[in-house]
Antibody
């Protein structure tokens, strides 16, 4: 069974940093691209970032480029999202998902990140 | 303002057929596959339609997808109460070099 479990969310002040983790199981992790998607409260989905199987190719939404960094550790079957210079508008549920770009066939349950003073 | 445009809401009665549209441009829908996601209340999204018209395993054949030019549609026939959810279209955008989602359509089964 494919499982994706996010962790590391919480409350952070504007300008602060947070690192999200996503632990994967139930599939051959290093064979898949992985993606982060977020959803602000009461709003729609927003694609955030994607990383290829080896970690050397990364894509970002313009809204997070230069502030967020996606990475992975294939030895730990995990991906990460390092979020710096956080803004109030980054408040959202962050989902980890398996797949390239727009093809996301499995999703985690999501983790809430709240940016507020 | 989302790159892909969807109607914010749609509705139908049980048994009816409902269609949800998704409009984009030549850099996204016009040159790449479209994917559809269903998000039930309080749940994570799930992949509902792949590569414009392909249903993943487990998705009922009441759901169908189509694409023409820079627009795509999701049709739901034989509407059921459990179809009440938000539906999102998505595609890769060659100009943005990022994936983009539509703003979502909230489907109400009356």
């Amino acid at each position: 069974e494919v499982k994706l479990v996010e962790s590391g969310g919480g409350l952070v002040q504007p300008g602060g940093s947070l690192r999200l983790s996503c632990a994967a199981s139930g599939f051959i992790f290093d064979s898949y691209r992985m993606t982060w998607v977020r959803q602000a409260p009461g709003k729609g989905l927003e694609w955030v970032a994607n990383i290829n199987q080896g970690g050397g190719e990364r894509y970002y939404a313009d809204s997070v480029k230069g502030r967020f960094t996606i990475s992975r550790d294939n030895s730990k079957n995990s991906i990460y999202l390092q979020m710096n210079s956080l803004r109030v508008e980054d408040t959202a549920v962050y989902y980890c998902a398996r797949g390239p770009m727009a093809v996301l066939d499995y999703w985690g349950q999501g983790i809430l990140v709240t940016v507020s003073s | 303002q989302s790159v892909l445009t969807q109607p914010p809401s749609a509705s139908g009665t049980p048994g009816q057929r409902v269609t949800i549209s998704c409009s984009g441009s030549s850099s996204n829908i016009g040159s790449n596959y479209v994917y559809w996601y269903q998000q039930l209340p309080g749940k994570a999204p799930t992949l509902l339609m792949s590569r414009n018209t392909q249903r993943p395993s487990g998705v009922p054949d009441r759901f169908s997808g189509s694409k023409s030019g820079t627009s795509a549609s999701l049709a739901i026939s034989g509407l059921r109460s459990e179809d009440e959810a938000s539906y999102y279209c998505a595609a890769w955008d060659d100009s943005l070099r990022a994936a983009v989602f539509g703003g979502g359509t909230q489907l109400t089964v009356l």
